[in-house]
C-alpha cells in the first residue's frame, strides 16, 4: 500500500506513514529519524495566495481617504504630519497643517507629489 507523505498537514514518514504531530518544530530541510528507525528529509512546502480589493482612489474615481500617523512613544509624538489613506495605504506629508485642521477634511485629494 502506498504511503501518503507529499503535500500533507504534517511530516509523514514515508517508510512507515508515521505522522509527526509537532511538524512546526523542524526546520526546512530538516532530517527527522522516526520511530521505525529510518531518517527521512522534510521540505516545507509553502502555499502563496492573494487578495484583492477595488480601490476607487487610485483609479480617481473617489477621493483618498486621509488620516493621521501620528503615535505618541515616551512623550515624543512621531510621524504628526504624515497621513495614510485607508484605502489604498499610499502615504503623504501635509507640512504646515495640524491634526486637528486635518481632521475636519477627512476626504481630501491630493495629487501624487
Known amino acids: 500500500m502506498a ?6 498537514n504534517e511530516i509523514v514518514c514515508p517508510y ?9 518544530e523542524f526546520g526546512d530541510d530538516d532530517f527527522p529519524e522516526c520511530d521505525c ?20 482612489c487610485l483609479n480617481g474615481e473617489a477621493p483618498h481617504v486621509w488620516h ?3 503615535v505618541e512613544i ?5 510621524y504628526k504630519e504624515r497621513y495614510m489613506c485607508r484605502q489604498c495605504t499610499s502615504e503623504r506629508g501635509f507640512p504646515g497643517e495640524t491634526r486637528t485642521e486635518f481632521e475636519a477634511f477627512d476626504e481630501r485629494t491630493v495629487g501624487d507629489q
Open 3 to 8: 504511503i501518503n507523505h507529499e503535500y500533507t
Open 37 to 56: 528507525g529510518k531518517k527521512f528529509i522534510s521540505r516545507r512546502d509553502i502555499e502563496v495566495t492573494y487578495i484583492t480589493e477595488k480601490c476607487p
Open 16 to 24: 512507515c506513514g508515521a505522522e509527526f504531530s509537532d511538524s512546526w
Open 68 to 70: 493621521s500617523m501620528a
Open 74 to 78: 515616551a512623550g515624543v509624538v512621531l
